[in-house]
């Protein structure tokens, strides 16, 4: 009898070309995949909360799987963990509903992105920041953070992407968008209904250029009021990005 299955997936996402399968790209995606089919004696279809980009990690990524195979959900997380490289790590493996879908029935999703500030950035930490030790106004940084609270159009603040042709709205709920210092680090935060496709880089982007005095508090407003007039245009680096969790009813 057929089982939907919910994993929670923790990965590093330096060596992928981001979440979605593509021919000849190592991605999680297909990674997961590629074991579970293994497993199953079957293909086996994975789908996730959302596609991460190349280069982004994740400490809790939400995907779901229908299996036949019977094994209990303990020992499938140990298989799992066992056939797959080191930098993808199966946290939990639980039964779910039927109809379980991971993006469908989400409502909410945490991103961090993680700013290191000081001169010299350590080998071991340059995977998982974005190094930025040139000068920066801090303080404008987290008062711009604020701006992007509340439901709005993130036209300006998305990159293309091949739904775009579907005309699918690009208004999104913000819950809270905060930044903070860290010691070495600057860390942004942010908690919304869900993501367009590089926003998180870009809602980056625009609080670097805040914080570097290129654009005033007025003029990052203004895109969020006047989506269409402009795309923002820069976009802070995958390294630095982490999908912190996704929630459920």
Same mark, same amino acid.
């Given at each position: ?5 919910? @994993? ?18 190592? #991605? ?18 994975? $789908? ?7 280069? $982004?990690?994740?400490?809790?990524? *939400? ?9 209990? #959900? *303990? ?5 799992? !963990? ?24 989400? *409502?909410?999703? #945490? ?17 998982? $920041? ?44 913000? @819950? ?7 010691? #070495?680090?600057?860390?942004?935060? *942010? ?34 009021? !006047? ?18 969790? $996704?929630?459920?009813?």
């Amino acid at each position: 009898m057929p089982r939907r299955l919910k @994993f929670t997936i923790s990965y590093d996402g330096t060596e992928y070309h981001g979440w979605q399968k593509q021919p000849g790209l190592a #991605t999680i995606q297909g990674s997961i995949e590629e074991v579970l089919s293994q497993i199953e004696g079957d293909r086996v279809d994975v $789908v996730g909360s959302g596609r991460t980009d190349a280069g $982004v990690h994740a400490l809790a990524q *939400v995907a779901a799987a229908t299996l036949h195979n019977p094994i209990p #959900t *303990v020992n499938l997380r140990k298989a799992m !963990n066992r056939l797959l490289a080191r930098d993808i790590r199966i946290l939990d493996v639980r039964e779910a509903a039927a109809g379980f879908h991971p993006r469908f029935h989400a *409502v909410a999703k #945490t991103y961090e992105y993680r700013i290191y500030r000081e001169e010299i950035c350590p080998p071991f930490e340059r995977r998982y $920041v974005y190094h930025h030790p040139y000068p920066l106004d801090e303080q404008a940084f987290r008062t711009a953070a604020s701006l992007y609270e509340g439901t709005h159009d993130f036209t300006a603040f998305a990159a293309a992407d091949e739904k775009d042709a579907l005309g699918a709205a690009k208004v999104r709920t913000i @819950f809270s968008s905060t930044a903070e210092r860290e010691g #070495t680090r600057l860390v942004y935060r *942010v908690r919304g209904s869900g993501f367009l496709k590089h926003m998180v880089r870009n809602l980056v982007g625009g609080l670097l250029e805040a914080g570097k005095g290129n654009l005033t508090m007025g003029e990052l407003a203004a895109l969020l009021e !006047n989506p269409n007039r402009r795309k923002l245009g820069h976009s802070a680096p995958a390294s630095g990005l982490f999908l912190v969790g $996704v929630e459920y009813e």
